[in-house]
């Protein structure tokens, strides 16, 4: 079945720690791909999307984020998290044959320690 | 500033009461869309809007209405037929439209809490 999946609920990582959050989709094509984060309460913000081209997409905020077609995987990663990077993160896709719609794997919490 | 808002912030629904949500946008987006977020569940996609006066069903239409009669407003009104409704509800907005490309990015508005009392 078509999907998006984000295998970690929740993780928790200590200030200035390096940090990977992982997307991996099922869809028969390479879809287009976006990583969304929500603070509490909130709606969501887009920190950076891929479509073609360079494989390694920068976004705000100090993330970027590495398609790999042969893992179907679009993990989102950065160097030294801040205390304010604590948030919910949305990986989403888009087919190419229906770009009415965005769907969104579950997200993951990212809780950041002191 | 530009940008998408909704109202209200917090909801509150009694037994067989319809509600509406606002949402508007005034970014000059043709796309809008309702999506509901349930705590494990990320979003799902109740309705959207390509254009005006014109809008299709989602993944979990049934319980829900909407109207799109102007660009800039797209809301959501909550039916009692909806039996489950507690959950945050976002609007989003992207150009869409002939002007757009397929996956432009989406646009999020703050979000409506709906509570049943």
């Known amino acids: 079945a078509q999907s998006v999946t984000q295998p970690d609920i929740h993780i928790t990582v200590s200030e200035g720690a390096s940090l990977e959050l992982r997307c991996n989709y099922s869809y028969g094509a390479t879809p287009y791909l976006f990583w969304y984060v929500q603070s509490p309460g909130q709606g969501l913000q887009l920190l950076l999307k891929y479509f073609s081209g360079d494989t390694l997409v920068q976004g705000i905020k100090g993330f970027e984020a590495e398609f790999k077609r042969s893992q179907s995987s679009f993990n989102l990663r950065k160097p030294s998290v801040h205390w304010s990077d604590a948030a919910e993160y949305f990986c989403?896709?888009?087919?190419?044959?229906?770009?009415?719609?965005?769907?969104f794997g579950p997200g993951t919490s990212l809780s950041v320690i002191p | 500033d530009g940008g998408i808002t909704q109202s209200p912030k917090y909801l509150f629904r009694k037994e067989g009461q319809n509600v509406t949500l606002s949402c508007e946008q005034n970014l000059n987006h043709d796309a809008m869309y309702w999506y509901r977020q349930d705590p494990g569940q990320g979003l799902r996609l109740i309705y959207y809007s390509q254009i005006v006066n014109d809008f299709q069903k989602g993944d979990i239409a049934e319980g829900y209405s909407v109207s799109r009669e102007k660009k800039e407003s797209f809301p959501l009104t909550v039916t009692s037929a909806q039996k489950n409704p507690t959950a945050f509800y976002l609007c989003?907005?992207?150009?869409?439209?002939?002007?757009?490309?397929?996956?432009?990015?989406?646009?999020f508005g703050p979000g409506t809490r709906l509570l049943v009392l």
């Open positions: 989003a907005s992207s150009i869409g439209g002939a002007g757009g490309r397929p996956q432009e990015t989406q646009y």
């Open positions: 989403a896709v888009a087919l190419k044959t229906s770009y009415d719609k965005v769907i």
